[in-house]
């Protein structure tokens, strides 16, 4: 179980480092005004999602599911689970929302400016936070 719980965590810290990073480049993609410099960005942002983010993603739900078939009846019987699972979920939204914009600036369709893509990604860090508190401290 230890060794199932290393690469929950560590596909976690992937899966974060991905969903903090890709709205950062979108935030530095609305404010490119060069042809070159918006094409660098779609490779980047393309290559980030499928590559890193998304199997870091699937790779934290298999792991997380894997844990908690060691106590199924355990872990849904207490209250911070559910929280837990109910910020994951909208984690998992977040991350195809974030998927969807990818395929926005492909299409050279973004109308929103830098400054709605800084706020979009100060989003995670609550989730973050949020996550790890139930899963350390499991308040109720």
């Known amino acids: 179980m ?14 974060f480092a991905g969903i903090f990073y890709l709205p950062r480049l979108f935030v530095y993609h609305a404010a490119c005004e060069d042809q070159p410099g918006r094409e ?3 490779v980047m942002e393309r290559k980030l999602y499928r ?3 998304t ?6 739900l298999v792991f997380g599911i894997w844990l908690i078939s060691y106590n199924a009846a355990g872990y849904f019987s207490q209250g911070w ?3 837990k699972l109910a910020l994951v979920a909208l984690l998992i939204a977040y991350h195809f929302y974030c998927g969807h914009l990818v395929k926005v600036f492909r299409d050279d369709r973004n109308t929103r400016g830098h400054v709605f893509y800084r706020w979009l990604n100060e989003l995670p860090v609550f989730v973050l936070v949020a996550v790890v508190i139930l899963a350390v401290v499991k308040p109720f």
């Open 2 to 15: 230890l060794w199932v719980k290393a690469l929950h965590i560590i596909s976690m810290v992937c899966w």
């Open 40 to 42: 660098r960005f779609k």
């Open 51 to 53: 590559g890193i983010t």
């Open 55 to 60: 199997p870091a993603m699937i790779a934290t």
């Open 81 to 83: 689970m559910h929280a």
